[in-house]
Nanobody, 116 residues
Framework: QVQLVESGGGLVQPGGSLRLSCAASGFTLGNYVMYWYRQPPGKEREFVANILGDARSSKIADSVKGRFTGSRDNAKNVVFLQMNSLKPEDTAVYYC?????????WGQGTQVTVSS
């Protein structure tokens, strides 16, 4: 059974940093592209980043480019999202997800609140 468990969210002041983690189980992490999405309050879920299986490249949404970095440790079955220079508009529930066998698997999400 595929399982994704996000952690690392919390309350942070503008300009601060957080590192989100997504612990994966039930599949071989290195074989799949992993994604981070977020859902701001009252808005649609939106793409944040993807991290390819070999971890040598990734794509970042324009809204977070230069501030957020996706990475992964396939040996430890963990995916990360390093978030720097956080802004109030980054406030959202952050999810990791993977597409396996025609199914999108999602974690439960972790809340990130950026506020002074």
């Amino acid at each position: 059974q595929v399982q994704l468990v996000e952690s690392g969210g919390g309350l942070v002041q503008p300009g601060g940093s957080l590192r989100l983690s997504c612990a994966a189980s039930g599949f071989t992490l290195g074989n799949y592209v992993m994604y981070w999405y977020r859902q701001p309050p009252g808005k649609e879920r939106e793409f944040v980043a993807n991290i390819l299986g070999d971890a040598r490249s990734s794509k970042i949404a324009d809204s977070v480019k230069g501030r957020f970095t996706g990475s992964r440790d396939n040996a430890k079955n963990v995916v990360f999202l390093q978030m720097n220079s956080l802004k109030p508009e980054d406030t959202a529930v952050y999810y990791c997800t993977v597409y396996i066998n025609n199914t999108n698997w999602w974690g439960q999400g972790t809340q990130v609140t950026v506020s002074s």
